[in-house]
């Protein structure tokens, strides 16, 4: 069966860095489009970002863009998740997601079907 495990959250100082990694399950992880979500306390999922089957194509939140960065290493099955510059804002539960399909890049949580437990991030001010 298809899992996603997330790892990497933890406390940081606002200006500071963390990166997120996900491993997925499966023999067919470079097949399909993956992307990450997060969801703070009261509030709905929100996107983050997402990344093409092969890499290179990427989509950001306008919150997050210039400051985090979404990558795969497809020989790993490892999706990961650069954040820097946190700020206090960023605060949440983390959870990536696999795609519906390898051609498209969406911010909609209907284009996912798959997700893992999520990691808590918070930053500190």
């Known amino acids: 069966q298809v899992q996603l495990v997330e790892s990497g959250g933890g406390v940081v100082q606002a200006g500071g860095s963390l990166r997120l990694s996900c491993v997925v399950s499966?023999?067919?992880?470079?097949?399909?489009?993956m992307g990450w979500f997060r969801q703070a306390p009261g509030k709905e999922r929100e996107f983050v970002a997402a990344?093409?089957?092969?890499?290179?194509?990427?989509l950001y939140a306008d919150s997050v863009k210039g400051r985090f960065t979404i990558s795969r290493d497809n020989a790993k099955n490892t999706l990961y998740l650069q954040m820097n510059s946190l700020k206090p804002e960023d605060t949440a539960v983390y959870y990536c997601?696999?795609?519906?399909?390898?051609?498209?890049?969406?911010?909609?949580?209907?284009?996912?079907?798959?997700w893992g437990q999520g990691t808590q991030v918070t930053v500190s001010s």
């Open positions: 499966g023999r067919t992880f470079s097949s399909y489009v």
């Open positions: 997601a696999r795609g519906l399909g390898s051609a498209f890049l969406s911010n909609s949580e209907g284009s996912y079907d798959y």
């Open positions: 990344i093409g089957s092969v890499g290179g194509s990427t």
